[in-house]
């Protein structure tokens, strides 16, 4: 039987080439915060706990972890004393304790649990995730033989030889759990900056006799962001994965490279997705969905048979159901249109509920907000919402209703009924030809008069 895993984040550190007052570990990729990320990642192993380790007054870091605990590292003395400060919270536990940092994103649970199962199988005392590098020259190496990790090399202090291993030290580990706090115990700052180094635990499990092992994954997986440039870097990689996925799934996507989703975006198989689409968190799209070019989506379910744009903005709270349409510069915002129901141009339609197979008119707007409050727009099934009208909420249009074009109405309107709120027309024959030269002997004497 495989012993249960404990996790500790480590998240104290801080990067001031983020230029900014949030958090390193709070700036998003695909709409979560990076460590979320990271939390999603090793939450998929069922551990049996989680800590974070946290610098001093990092409470929306404490927050971004709930409810897993958090723990203080009081000084910045390096990787081995943050996690030496986790001790605490991992009384009881001697099963293997895979330690990674909130800044790692793209760390994935497959590679993890690749790490701790190797480690479990090989008896290691210590077990370090490596990677084939690119350009190993910023890296520590790791340096095999015959199976073991014999020792990690920081670059600096590497000889020629060294300098040729191209297999790299990405920074996650994983103790076993009886001996990890012997092994961070004994973690000295005799270097040049005084910290403890969490990568000392290899040379000390080896002068014990204990067995260390390093596990390979992709060099991907293990990019930290420490800028925003890095932030940037890691988002485009993040987004080729999530594309990639989704494809696999069975959706289309004409042209990927222009699609930018969210973590949490669920779309099911055969939805097609034109070019130039955002999807913000809280999107889910059904099948047979079609989502056209130029499209702004977030917190919305999407029904089975929908079309929606090109152009058009969905925002949160919606719900838009089977066969809808949504066409071109049609914004909804809270707002569920039922089944069939059709607003295919120029139209806001903000806290609103639509009626199956109703239909809205070009220009037609929901005024629902009166400067200090919002207010619904209820439409019942069948009605006609004629061109360039306007719905002043609260109010009701019953089922089978016709708004006549042009309307502004302020009143409920029955069910069957037609709905006219329009000024009266006043036409005065052959007026328009002194009304120009009227016009147009005005607009002379001003332009003389600007001389």
């Not at 339609?349 to 707007?365: F, H, K, R």
Request: glycine share 10%; hydrophobic share 45%; with cysteine.
């Amino acid at each position: 039987m495989k012993p249960s895993v404990a996790v500790v984040v480590l998240a104290a550190g801080a990067s001031t080439r983020m230029k900014s007052a949030l958090p390193k570990v709070l700036h998003p990729l695909a709409g979560w915060p990076m460590l979320r990320h990271v939390l999603e990642s090793v939450m998929r192993l069922k551990p049996a706990r989680i800590v974070g380790v946290i610098a001093e007054d990092a409470k929306e870091v404490a927050a971004a972890f709930a409810p897993h605990v958090t723990v203080v590292q009081h000084q910045p003395l390096g990787t081995g004393d943050a996690a030496k400060a986790a001790l605490g919270s991992l009384k009881g536990h001697d099963g293997p304790v895979l330690v990674v940092y909130g800044d790692t994103p793209l760390i994935t649970a497959a590679t993890l649990r690749k790490l701790v199962e190797a480690c479990h199988r090989d008896k290691a005392a210590v077990g370090v995730l490596g990677f084939k590098a690119r350009d190993p020259s910023p890296y520590g190496r790791l340096v095999v033989r015959n199976g073991v990790l014999e020792k990690i090399v920081e670059s600096k202090d590497a000889d020629a030889s060294e300098k040729k291993v191209d297999f790299c030290n990405s920074g996650v580990m994983c103790l076993q759990g009886t001996l990890a706090a012997s092994l961070l115990g004994a973690i000295g700052n005799g270097n040049a900056k005084g910290e403890f180094y969490l990568t000392d635990t290899v040379a000390i499990s080896r002068a014990a006799g204990h067995r260390a092992i390093a596990v390979e994954g992709d060099e991907a997986e293990f990019l930290g962001v420490n800028s925003r440039a890095e932030l940037a870097i890691a988002e485009r990689a993040l987004q080729r994965r999530l594309r990639a996925a989704a494809m696999t799934a069975g959706v289309t996507m004409i042209d990927p490279e222009t699609v930018w989703l969210s973590a949490d975006t669920r779309l099911s198989a055969d939805v097609t997705i034109e070019p130039n689409v955002r999807f913000g968190l809280s999107v889910t799209i059904e099948s047979n969905a079609e989502i056209k070019a130029f499209c702004d989506i977030a917190g919305v379910r999407i029904g089975r048979g929908a079309r929606v744009g090109p152009f058009a903005r969905i925002r949160p709270g919606s719900d838009v159901a089977e066969n809808v349409h949504i066409g071109n510069f049609v914004e909804l915002k809270a707002t569920k249109m039922r089944r069939g129901a059709k607003a295919n141009h120029l139209a806001y339609l903000g806290d609103s509920d639509i009626g199956a197979a109703s239909n809205i008119g070009a220009g037609t707007i929901a005024v629902n907000y009166d400067g200090y409050g919002k207010h619904r727009t209820v439409i019942g099934e069948e009605a006609f919402i004629g061109s360039n009208s306007s719905l002043v909420a609260p109010v009701r249009v019953g089922k089978g209703a016709n708004v006549a074009a042009g309307s502004v109405i302020t009143e409920d309107v029955p069910p069957n009924a037609l709905a006219l709120g329009r000024a009266k027309q006043v036409t005065k024959k052959g007026r328009a030809e002194p009304l120009r030269a009227k016009l147009k002997a005005r607009a002379a004497e001003a332009k003389r008069t600007r001389k």
